[in-house]
């Protein structure tokens, strides 16, 4: 097609960023979008949590193939990451009572040790990560973990993931937060047709999932909050489609609220806080 012979050239390319540049210079907001670069040390303190994230998978694929050997011999109680299953690997009988054959028991145990070897990594970033928490400065983006796992409900995990990937950089409006976690929807108004295409998801894919994730576990955690109540209200007993839309909307809804609780000290309205330790 006509289309598909367009010319396209590095030089053309360039001749367009530059129009493109110089229309944003002459104050035409529309014609792109400028995303702000995060600093050496921004990026860098996103490693561990990313880096975290890549061994839970890791974890995840190791048990999980080990189950599937097991279950393939009809194995069905063992349990990978339980800390005596090395030990119990040769004394594991199939399900027609007849011993592991060895070429599956060399592979399992190699597997095993994969296994034990990506915990011990996950540990370790852990371990690093609440040191760095426990001489942060304030304002540092440590301390805004330790501001964030003050609130029922939210784990350190979490709170490192939501700082480093989004509340370490600056937000004007709600409206610019909730289009980073890309949970703005997306309207269709056209003549006589209007609907609502969900959520844009034009965002950050880790800190979207981390949101939809938290919000599930505010309503568990703090069922007596503002946000909960709302939720409840909105879906009831509902289920399916209504359900994880009205999801979405907590999860937005709740972002915002951490977002203003890390600016300004604002406990989410009927939030819980965790109780301080003595001494």
Known sequence: ?????????????????????????????????????????????????????????????????IKALLHAQGIRDAQPRHPGFAARLGQLRTGDGHAVPPALLAEMTREHARLRLVAEQIANLEAESRELEAAAAAGSSAAKVHQLTQLVGIGPASARLLVNE????????????????????????????R?????????????????????????RHQPSSALSRWFDDRVGVLKGGV????????ARKLMVALWRYLESGLVPNGARLRAAMPG
């Open 1 to 65: 097609s006509r289309r598909a012979r367009r010319a396209k050239t590095d030089r053309l390319d360039l001749e367009q960023l530059m129009r493109t540049l110089l229309a944003y210079c002459r104050g035409e907001p529309k014609v792109c979008s400028m995303a702000p670069v995060p600093s050496i040390a921004e990026e860098d303190a996103r490693r561990r949590t990313r880096e975290r994230q890549r061994l839970i998978s890791e974890r995840g694929a190791h048990v999980n193939r």
């Open 166 to 193: 989004v509340f370490y950089r600056r937000f004007d409006n709600r409206r610019q937060l909730g289009g980073y976690f890309g949970l703005t929807g997306t309207p269709y108004d056209s003549g006589a047709a």
């Open 195 to 219: 609907r609502d295409q969900g959520i844009g998801k034009s965002g950050n894919p880790r800190a979207r999932t981390a949101a939809i994730e938290l919000a599930w576990l505010w309503r």
């Open 243 to 250: 359900r994880k839309t009205a999801i979405a909307a907590l």
